[in-house]
């Protein structure tokens, strides 16, 4: 058996409590970055859900309460990037797509961007090509980020980019593509103008193409 470290077990187990009380012992006392918090804690805690939950050793019910038990130690360790839009760099607008409700990464890469000087509207989760067009419309970003965490909602991604070409809104808004099953080449087949694999990486991306 693989051996988790406890905040890592904490989210496991979806105890909310223990895993805030480890976040913080863990931040005061500096034995760990916020970045490797997250990445060598508490998503490693998800990844190892996920792996039951595909092996029928779980089920929804408790993928549920270690989602909760994540977004605790997320939200722990979001004032270590502190919201800097009002630098005002860029507006990205930020979204998950039609039919799909997982939205923890979504809102790391919305954390990340802030923290980053990015103005981020969050249009939150199930939005449809239709939707996110009338977004673009309305609030007229910079950078359109779309998130999909199923192979079954990722094409969304490619409709709601021909939308926006029919609707000539592509020119000036960048689209950049994420999540679980989304590959470098699926977003270059659907004509997005970046990919980006982690959270961090949709802020890279990012700059690289307002660059
Ligand atoms: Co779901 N789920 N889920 N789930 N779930 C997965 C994704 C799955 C891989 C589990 C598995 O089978 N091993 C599987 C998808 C298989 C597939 O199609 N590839 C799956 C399934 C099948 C389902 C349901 C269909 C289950 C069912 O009902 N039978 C159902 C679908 C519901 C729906 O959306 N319509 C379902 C439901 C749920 C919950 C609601 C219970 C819950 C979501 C709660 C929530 O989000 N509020 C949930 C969860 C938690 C998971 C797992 C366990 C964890 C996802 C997560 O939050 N990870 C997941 C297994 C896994 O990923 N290991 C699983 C932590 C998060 C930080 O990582 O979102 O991957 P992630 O984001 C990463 C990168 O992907 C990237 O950055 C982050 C890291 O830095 N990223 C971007 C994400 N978006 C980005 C956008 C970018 C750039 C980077 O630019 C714009």
Excluded at 22 to 51: Q, S, W, Y
Excluded at 53 to 75: C, D, M, T, W, Y
């Amino acid at each position: 058996m693989q051996n988790f470290s406890s905040i890592a077990q904490a989210v496991i187990e979806g105890d909310v409590g223990r895993v805030q009380e480890l976040v913080n012992f863990a931040l005061g006392t500096k034995l760990c970055t916020p970045e490797e918090l997250l990445t060598f804690h508490l998503l490693p805690g998800m990844d190892e859900i996920g792996r039951q939950f595909k092996a029928n050793e779980i089920h929804i019910p408790e993928v549920l309460l270690s989602s909760r038990a994540l977004q605790a130690g997320v939200i722990k360790i979001k004032h270590y990037f502190p919201d800097n839009s009002a630098q005002e760099k860029a507006k990205v607008l930020l979204g998950t797509v039609a039919g799909d409700l997982h939205d923890i990464g979504k809102r790391l890469v919305g954390i990340f961007l802030k923290s980053s000087g990015f103005q981020v509207i969050d249009v939150g989760i199930d939005v449809a090509p239709e939707d996110f067009v009338r977004y673009v419309k309305e609030y007229q970003p910079d950078v359109l980020g779309m998130s999909a965490l199923l192979n079954t909602t990722m094409i969304w991604m490619g409709e709601t980019i021909k939308l926006l070409k029919k609707q000539k809104l592509i020119h000036n808004c960048k689209v950049i593509v994420g999540g679980n099953p989304v590959t470098p080449e699926f977003a270059r087949q659907i004509g997005a103008d970046g990919y980006a694999e982690t959270a961090l990486d949709a802020v890279s991306c990012t700059n690289k193409l307002l660059g």
